[in-house]
């Protein structure tokens, strides 16, 4: 099971999204270099530039390293330059590395964007590169009249063209509207291309109050900025020393990019992940959370409440002294209340859609699912014959992953995210509305600690919602299951290291 990709790919699109996160408040010596670049723009092109291409920014881009729990697991770099001709480029670059088991895993995401240098400046072109961990490929969008024409290149296969994009509405501003807040002295607002979905998404950029902390020994003040998208929701806060330096950038209280050296931040320690970022348990769980229909209690602390929503399979109760007391429980859907196929999606289609990633429009998995459930009705039948399929079909390994439907079916391996992309691409394709679940499930690993460890698996409307596990073979995810989120979303990250289970009932 690929854990440790949970809100990594989440953690870049929040970097892509403010590629070099600034300051709250602009300090003096940055203002007067701003202004000091403004009164040396004479000439009328120079004028015409956006405040993206004004602000002060270090030359040559910036190097990060990354951090998960004080563990270093990659690196990041970001640039934002002004091009020949009027335009402007942005480069954000992640590695991350870390042992998962007996595996090594390594991804190298890549995103270079050309914008016209202009103010307020549209997005003309997009290269997004990926390597290693999910699988190589590579996307080429290029505006074309009026809309954005996009190619998938992987290697050993055809190019591929997908479908018209209309036309991003993200500027120029938004490749670092972090820096142009500062310039700006106000909040900022835009939409920002994500670059693993390529859906837009709103994103803001806040100017806060500086804080003293202490760099080298010495107490500095240091500016701060947040920044804050639509998809992944989770405050990204920036610090900046008085002369521009940007020092670091916070993701909830366990991931954190550090300013670094070149030769600093590609310099990496190979860290175990699996037992950094599970949750012990202090005792292992009764047998009944194994059955279904079956149940089990966890008390918790450092759950936030937004977390806290009651749903047929999870109720919460607070207690006194702030934990949370979760009842996790788990039951096949009612007969009476299952439907046949196509299902109507409660959520108006997005859990019928065929995205970048949930390929169920493409021949291939539609060929494939109807092979397996032919002219079955039922549509939880069919979905639990869907997910059987997979269990059955794909090699159990970590260092095989893809992160499109239509690759995990080509190649048949992978762990738990690759279970789930395809068997919700499959579910969709057959009208049934599905998606991926993103949490944690109770295992017993060869260290003999009980512990819950980050997992995907899926969530299947039949007539009402249900949850199967396909990379276990489970038609009822048993009550061992506890869900937190959908599909990597960033949200839930400030969980891991933070989350602890003090009881078991």
Known sequence: MRRTRLGLLSLLALLSGAPSPAWAQAPAALKNQAKAAAAKAQAPQAQELSDVLKAPRPKGGEYFGLYLMDKKVGWFFTDLTALPGNKAQ????????????????????????????????????????????????????????????????????????????????ETVEDADQARVALLRGQKVEGVALDGTDLEGYRTVTTVEAPEEQVLGGVKVKLSRVSTLSDKEKVPVAAFLTSDGKMVRVDFGQTMQARAESESVAKRMDLVEVFGLTRVVLPKPLPAKAREVPGQVKLV?????????QDTYRQKYQRLPDGRVEVTLLAAPPAPKGRKPRPVADPDNGENLKSTLAV??????????????IREEKDA?????????????????????????????????????????????????????????????????????????YWHEWVEAYVGEWTQLDPT???????????????????????LIGSLQVTDVK
């Open 380 to 452: 939880y039948t069919a979905a639990r014959m869907l997910s059987a399929w997979v269990y059955s079909n794909l090699q159990k390994d970590y260092g095989a992953s893809a992160d499109r439907a239509t690759d995990v079916l080509r190649q048949k391996k992978g762990d738990c995210t690759e279970h789930s992309l395809l068997t919700v691409a499959m579910m969709r394709a057959s009208g049934i509305p599905a998606r991926r679940v993103d949490g944690v499930i109770y295992m017993v690993n060869s260290d003999g600690v009980p512990a819950l």
């Open 472 to 494: 276990f073979n489970q038609p009822v995810a048993d009550a061992t299951h506890f869900y937190v989120g959908y599909e990597g979303n960033a949200e839930i990250t400030p």
């Open 90 to 169: 942005s480069i954000n670059e992640l590695i991350f590395k870390a042992q998962v088991g007996t595996r090594v895993s390594e991804r190298v995401h890549r995103e270079v964007r050309v914008y016209e240098a202009k103010p307020g400046g549209k997005l003309l072109s997009f290269t997004v590169t990926q390597k290693g961990d999910g699988g190589d490929n590579e996307l080429v969008g290029t505006v074309t009249g009026d809309s954005m024409r996009v190619v998938r290149k992987r290697p050993g296969q055809p190019d591929e063209v997908l479908k018209p994009m209309p036309l991003p509405k």
């Open 300 to 308: 918790m602390k450092n759950l936030p409440e937004k977390f806290q």
């Open 359 to 372: 390929e169920a429009d493409a021949p291939a998995i539609k060929a494939q699912a109807k092979s397996i």
